[in-house]
């Protein structure tokens, strides 16, 4: 099975938003009403609905066109628009005052995140932020399914985990100035897994 449709039956079995993230409640502390933010990778909308919920005009991506369909039927009363596209080829010429991924920049590769961090340091308004949360190649999964590479792993699905200080390194590469960071467990505990994450707020300076 491909990583789109191993995500199709997930949300075919699990459609509707769950709780919010911790990301999500955590980066309540920087942002503001009516600003716009785009999701790279939404899901079953989870943390999206959430920010639409606090008055932000959230546009919400992910490649599962079912379950886009899905959550606009049944979300439409937010300030909500979810569109099924691939992240990594975004074609909008629109600005926005927010970018977020979780657990996103993990599923592709590493030539489309470069095109992802092209993407976010010219579409940020100025003083935007993007809020990143992904697994660390610390992560204790990456000793899970199959090693691919020394980075990626097959477990369920494809897998990409990131180097803390590499990482840091292409956001300032790509113009953003890294004001929040973090690697630690701890942060995103799901049932038995407490992964490694590296979590992450930066701030577009200049246009
Ligand atoms: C681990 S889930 C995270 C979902 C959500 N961000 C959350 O934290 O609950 C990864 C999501 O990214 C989506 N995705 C992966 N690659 C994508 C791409 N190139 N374009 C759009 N969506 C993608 C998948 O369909 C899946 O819904």
Redesign the pocket.
Known sequence: MN??AY?KKYYEENPNPTEP?SFAKFIEGFIEPEKSLI??????G??SVFFAQNHLHVTA????QQEMDYLNSHYSEYNLDFKA????NLATDQKYDYVYS???LH??NED?EGRVLKWVSNQLNCDGYFFLEVRSINDPMFNNGEKISETENITTHYRRYLDYSKTIEKLENIGLKVIYKIESQGLSVYKDDDPMLIRIVAQKTEN
């Open positions: 990583d789109k995500w993230s999701e790279l990778g939404c899901g079953n989870r943390d991506i992910d490649q599962v596209e691939d992240f990594t979780r657990f996103t599923s592709i489309a």
